[in-house]
């Protein structure tokens, strides 16, 4: 199966930043890569999937990027909202895998 | 407007079964491929099963298999999550999704507790 590990599991930034979240496949899983965010106590929401297109109605300054086992989520300018924890999904193999999750929180 | 209701939950000795359900609306359920996602309390999200749209095809993760049976029932446009031989770590909120063709998974539910204690 493949693994899936985020860097870091833990983030602290201010509104404004700019942050980068890493997330490495065991092997190659091609463009087949998704990021969510959860807040506490909600479902998941679909921010980015194929690695780096951009659902419906998320704002702009977020931005997924990357190929083979290497990919990153990016948010430019943090805003309120942006604190939650978000994981990346391989969905390469039928055996979805998701990242360990990184929890983004306000320093 | 797409929604996604899990249902079935609930408080269970370890060994028992129980059967949740995932009533879809709002889009053509005979046309998606759904998932069941399940969480541990304070942990990540662990993918649990895969079912296409016919039924066709199933999978399962490895410390599910043999244990957990994933149906449908396009008819009554709800998916289902047998779970038998219930352990102490199947405790979670389990998510139904909905799959978009490429695979992502754009709708989800609101999640069911299930509580393995004795």
């Known amino acids: 199966d493949i693994q899936m590990t985020q860097s870091p599991s833990t983030l602290s930034a201010s509104v404004g930043d700019r942050v980068t979240i890493t997330c490495r496949a065991s092997q190659s899983i091609s463009s087949w890569l998704a990021w969510y965010q959860q807040k506490p106590g909600k479902a998941p929401k679909l921010l980015i999937y194929?690695?780096?297109s951009l659902e419906s109605g998320v704002p702009s300054r977020f931005s997924g990027s990357g190929s083979g086992t290497e990919f990153t989520l990016t948010i430019s300018s943090l805003q309120p909202d942006d604190f939650a924890t978000y994981y990346c999904q391989q969905y390469n193999s039928y055996r979805y895998s998701f990242g360990q999750g990184t929890k983004l929180e306000i320093k | 407007e797409v929604q996604l209701v899990e249902s079935g939950g609930g408080f269970i000795q370890p060994g028992g079964s129980l059967r949740l359900s995932c009533a879809a609306s709002?889009?053509?359920?005979?046309?998606?491929?759904m998932n069941w996602v399940r969480q541990a309390p304070g942990k990540g999200l662990e993918w649990v099963s895969y079912i296409t749209s016919s039924s066709g095809t199933i999978y399962y993760a490895d410390s599910m298999k043999g244990r957990f049976i994933v149906s449908r029932d396009n008819a009554e446009n709800s998916l289902y999550l047998q779970m038998n031989s219930l352990r102490a770590e199947d405790t979670a909120v389990y998510y139904c999704?909905?799959?978009?063709?490429?695979?992502?998974?754009?709708?989800w539910g609101q999640g069911t507790l299930v509580t393995v204690s004795s």
């Open positions: 194929k690695v780096s």
């Open positions: 709002g889009f053509t359920f005979s046309s998606y491929s």
């Open positions: 999704a909905r799959d978009r063709p490429q695979g992502e998974s754009d709708y």
